[in-house]
Nanobody
């Protein structure tokens, strides 16, 4: 059973930064593709970013809405994935979810169904 625990959310002013963490309780963490999704009130959950594991060479991919502002990374020694969020704006307000998938293929890597395991989410609120 894979468990994912997110942390690092909170309230930040527009233009500010936050770093989210996702710690996974799985011995084979390095083989998983790790991703971040978010869900704003009244909206569907949407893809934010992912980072490959295993033979993927830590390649990352971003939604257009966050490209250049967010950075996903991972530390396999700590079984942890991160999402560094800079220059936040009010549209970034959402619950952010960490996800993990063992057999994520490129064509569906931004889809919810590609990921087997999900965290409980952490709230990010951008407001002045």
């Amino acid at each position: 059973q894979v468990q994912l625990v997110e942390s690092g959310g909170g309230l930040v002013q527009p233009g500010g930064s936050l770093r989210l963490s996702c710690e996974a309780s799985v011995s084979s963490f390095r083989t998983y593709t790790m991703a971040w999704f978010r869900q704003a009130p009244g909206k569907e959950r949407e893809f934010v970013a992912h980072i490959r594991g295993g033979r993927g060479g830590f390649r990352s991919y971003y939604a257009d809405s966050v490209k250049g502002r967010f950075a996903i990374s991972r530390d396999n020694a700590k079984n942890t994935a991160y999402l560094q969020m800079n220059n936040l704006n009010t549209d970034d307000t959402a619950v952010y979810y960490c996800a993990a998938g063992e057999r994520v293929i490129t064509s569906t890597s931004s889809s919810l169904s590609a990921y087997d395991h999900w965290g409980q989410g952490t709230q990010v609120t951008v407001s002045s």
